[in-house]
């Protein structure tokens, strides 16, 4: 079932209750009303009789006459009349009066009323000549009861009117009110793998609408990101893998087919593993590029020590390249233990690829093999700084050495992928921090990176 047709009905049947309750009370107020108005002329009527009664002097039979033929003309009421000792003296018709409540009501002196079959019945204690005596009366509400079920016939009319009305309002507003949805639901069937790009058209009006379709906005902005960093990615390995793997695999056909000496094996095992050694390092960087992509949401952040994760860093880099040199400085922090001069929310395992990425390009361009790091902390802002003393990079290339798989002019000065600073990059923005490139060429390069210590990664 649609929402509007859904949403139609609830509200009707809501509304028809109310609608109900409303009609009921609006006909038991009108029938107390009646009942009461009714009383009100048969005690009057009551009285009248007893006055006629008593103060006429009228033979009995009389009485009767005109009583009898008053009723053909009006709706006359039949009164019954006892004397102190409770027996009967007078009565237009027999009246079985057995009701015991009406008589203790009467004894003290409280004017009696009830309905039975279909008539209301009532009883006075009246006076004459200083003599009690207990009149009660009889007559039924023709006419009242004739507009109370003309009154009760139009309500159903109306009721039931109202109620189609209601539902039919209710599913008018339901379908203009859900409309836009609509809208939402054909924009999304639009956009498919090839138009990630497509997005909501948001209204004018900051409501409900607004906010859904920004939130499938953004939610496509992810799907987009991450769609296009798997074809990236994708396209990538399949690219720059095939070269070294291409040259390994040459290198391995000709060994077999060509050389003859011992050394010529060997320089062809040399080179097999010189390019084996590119697609392990090549893959590595693909690897760690892919994991610099990750969503924010998909990355643990805990508390880490920057200068624990540079000291890593710088080990694994001297292991790896006897000779290179790294110097680390702190400048104005608490180097002992229990410090939390170093402390920040962030992913250590990615920043320690981003540490080793920098520290390994600034010894690789360095013509002395050398890199000079320094840690500080001042306002709650930590900056690293990771500087070289190397070729440097010229002014028009600076703003492309963070591209995927960018070379500069000094590509030639070492070998190199291009994933490196790109890699670099995303781990620093994917902790909301930011990196600063300043170089002069044959001085050196500075990449400075700076992260709000006291920033809170899952906000």
Known sequence: MKIAIRTALTYGILTAGILFVFAYGVIWVSKENQN??????????????????????????MV????IRN???????????????????????????????????????ITAKWTQDHQQYMGVVYTHKNKKYYIFG?????????????????????????????????????????????????????ISEHQLSHRLKLPKTKDEIYE?????????NRLEKSFNTHKNFVSTISHELRTPLSALIAELQLAKELNVTLDEYKQSIDNALSDAEKATNLSTALLDLARANYDISQVSFVKVRLDEILIDAKLYILNKNHDYKVN?????????????DFEFIGNQYLLYIAFANLIENACKYSSDRSCKVSLSNKDN??????TDNGIGIPKDEQEKVFDLFFRGKNKSFNQ??????????????LHKGSIELISEENIGSSFIIKFKKEHNISE
Request: hydrophobic share 45%; glycine share 6%.
């Open 212 to 220: 859904l379709s920004e939130t499938f906005n953004i939610t496509f």
């Open 36 to 61: 009461e108005e009714f009383f009100d002329r048969l005690g009057y009527k009551i009285t009248w009789r007893a006055e006629f009664y008593f103060d006429a002097g009228i033979d009995e039979n």
């Open 381 to 386: 802002l930590l900056t690293l700084e990771f």
């Open 64 to 67: 009767h006459f005109l009583h």
């Open 71 to 109: 009723q053909k003309i009006l709706n006359e009421a039949d009164i019954s009349i006892y004397n102190s000792d409770k027996k009967l003296i007078f009565s237009d018709i027999n009246l079985s009066l057995d009701n015991n409540i009406a008589w203790k009501k009467l004894d003290k002196g």
């Open 138 to 190: 009889r007559a039924k509400d023709v006419t009242g009861e004739f507009y109370m079920h003309r009154l009760i016939h139009h309500i159903k009319i109306i009721y039931v009117i109202s109620v189609l009305v209601v539902f039919g309002i209710g599913f008018i507003f339901s379908y203009y009110t859900l409309k836009p949805l609509k809208g939402i639901i054909n924009q999304i069937r639009d």
């Open 328 to 340: 680390v400085s702190y400048d104005n922090l608490d180097l002992s233990e229990f410090s939390n």
């Open 416 to 429: 190199g992928n291009g994933i490196g600073l790109s890699i670099v990059q995303q781990i620093i923005n």
